[in-house]
Every structure is written in C-alpha cells, then in structure tokens.
C-alpha cells in the first residue's frame, strides 16, 4: 500500500507532537517554577531517590552484632534523616543535617492550629475559653498530603542579595496541598496538557518567611498568641495570614484554622523522662514535637512488626511513625535498652521509648486511615513499658548532649550504655 506524501508527513508529525508539546510544556513549566523560588535560596532534600526506596528489601528483616561489613562500611548505621517543618505534615529527606538544643534543625518549628472552645486548665476557669488548639493527623488525617520544601539562602545563588528578604528571612518555607479548583480559559487547557502529560498535579501552595525579622513581623502583621499542644500554652507567632481559604476546606477543618511558629525564647522545657540540667548543662528544649527533640527508629523492628500484618497493610513504611533518624544494623527492638548512644561524633541520651498512639494508622502518601493497623497489633505485643500502660512502644525518644552539631546518612551508631526505661506520662 502506497503512502502518499502529504499523509506520510501527517504521521511524522503528529507522532513528533507529544514529544514537543512535552518538551514546551516542561520548559515552560520549569520557568514559571524558577520565576517563583525564593530569592538568593537553595531548596533542601535529596536530589536522587530516597534512601527508603528499598525499605522493604529483606536484609532489613534482621540485624546483627555492630562491626564492619565487606565494602569496610559501619554495620550499625543511619539510613535516612528527615526533619518535618510542619507538624504533623510531610517531611524533608535530608543526607546530612544539622542537630540543634530543640532537635534537627528546622523540624516542627511550625504547626496548623484550631480556634474552639477549650475547656480551661484552671480549677478557677468555670467556662470554657476559645483558644488557638494545635492539629494533627489524629483529628484530620489529609494533612498527610500537605508538602513542605525548606529554601535556604545559598551565597552560589545567582539571585542571592543581603538585602533580599527571603535571605533575612533565614529561608522560606514553600507549603502546598492538592487543589480542587476549577480552572476556566487558557489556565484550563494548561492544567489539563500538564496533568495528562503526568509532568504536575494541580496544587496550591504559598510560603511564609522562615525566621520572620522583626521588621517582617510588623509588616505583616504577625500577632503573638498563646497555642495550646497538649497541656503547653507557648507564646508562639500567628502566621495565619498567609493561608489560603481552601486549605479549611481541603483539610475539613470547620474552626477557625490557624498557622504558628515556635517563638524564640518561648520554646517548650522538656522534663520527665529528660537529663537534668545539672547533666546537660542545660535545660532540654522543644518546639512544636510531641514531647522530646529527636525520635530514632530501627528498621528492623519495624519490618518485623509488618510481617505480622501483611494482609491489612502489604507494606508498611517507616514513614508512617515519623521518625528523623532511621537506623540499619541492630537487631530488632534492641534499641528498647538503650540508655546513651553516639552517632558519627556526637553523643545522645535516649530518654525514653516512644509511646504510640493511632496516628500511623495513616498512610502517609494516601493519606487513607486504617480503621485498627498497625495500632491493634502493637498492643497485643508492645506494651512493654510499665509507665506507659496500654499504649505500646516502639521507637526511641532522644535528646543531644550538645547544642549544636552534625549528622549524615552512614554515620556509625555506637551503644555507649543501656539500662531499664519507664516512661513518664505528661
């Protein structure tokens, strides 16, 4: 069968259109991203896949003795880092990262909260107050799917000035969550060409100064107002002006919904199950975590806890407990004991072990919630802790026995001292 030449030359180009409306689609795209970054900023995370992709791999199932294996690297070593800026939201995978008094740096220095009424703390308080409440994924599960990118100022920025604010700001923090509009026009065809091209997904997003300056805080107008997280009421900055209207929406929150930052100065005293001052030299600090600065996990503890529920979850991140320090080599729950330990140089006490609660019932890419896994079946074997009581424990509470310092995927973990734990409760 002949083919004509005006027909051969349709074929050639409409096979060559995808490919070049692709091509001008990320082109344009990629533009359109680098007119809206920070400026004389870096964005954090790993620029190749992450160091949990093979999470699941079965050497993972079990450790060993720490040593060294044939390649001559640290068996008993760190595998992933991740800070979470926002709590309760995603995080950052790091490759190296800075530890600092309230943990690694940038991690849930920021929180969404709720305006309701609160019964008050006080015997004296006979009405209920309306205050600012912080969330979690325990009351709204699709904070899941709100995305954080941490943008530092970087001097090799060809954007980079002194004078920029998103660089006496300390960075930016860029937030986005999926987005339910309905486009009309131009805007319309463009969403639908990069969503079926599978080069974007439609999102909102909007970003708020890191370390606001005091003449950014009283530009925008940034108020300082007590946020209750569990039975703290910190002084922290309400930065809710930068939210977006669908966020409540999106979210389902019905309240009033609120955006904070760890205030300098105001930051929370961690006692209980914490070193001394007298120890540290001191007093241990957080911000915006549940109870301590840092939280270690090891794998292998974790995988075997999935081999119990292959069924109802075929796989089970180490995500779902947000940890920032996940750990290869020891053998499983090993780390219950551990009393003191050091990572690449520097030391940490580990406090406490983590008690759980239903939060990593949530699958923190789909944000689907499991009605009873894995939390059914940590109980039924991992209530271990007389303090804690019914809430099983898996994972390590940590605080640095330093103010300032350094950690990075490989770095060796060393037992320097293991004893007994009970958890003190809030």
Known sequence: M???PSTYLLIIFTTCLGPIIALLALEFSSRRSQARDPQGCRKLGLRTR??????Y????FRGGPPGKTKDGLDRWRVKSLWTYPIKSCRGVELHRGSIVSLGMEHDRLFSFARFR????GKKE???PAERWEFITQRQFPLLAKVKTEIWVPDLSSPTYSPKSKDVQSGGVLVVKFPSHQKHTGWQAVWNKVMVGLKLTTPEISFRV?????????????YPTEEMLIWKDNPQALNMSVHLPSELAQFLGVTHPLGFFRVLSGHEREVYRCAPKKAELGWQPVTGFSDAYPLHIMNLASVRDLAQKIPNEIPRLSALRFRPNIIITGPELYTEDSWKRIRIGEHEYHVACRTTRCKLPNTDQDTAEKHPQQPDKILRSYRCIDEGSGKHACLGMQMVP?????SIRVGDAVEVLQTGEHYYIKQ
Request: a negative charge.
């Open 2 to 4: 002949e083919v004509s």
């Open 50 to 55: 992450s160091n949990l992709a093979d999470e």
């Open 57 to 60: 791999d079965e050497k993972y």
């Open 117 to 120: 009424h609160i019964p008050g």
């Open 125 to 127: 308080e006979a009405e």
């Open 209 to 221: 100064p890191f370390n606001p300056t005091s003449e950014q805080i009283k530009a925008n107008g």
């Open 401 to 405: 026995a330093f103010e300032v310092g």
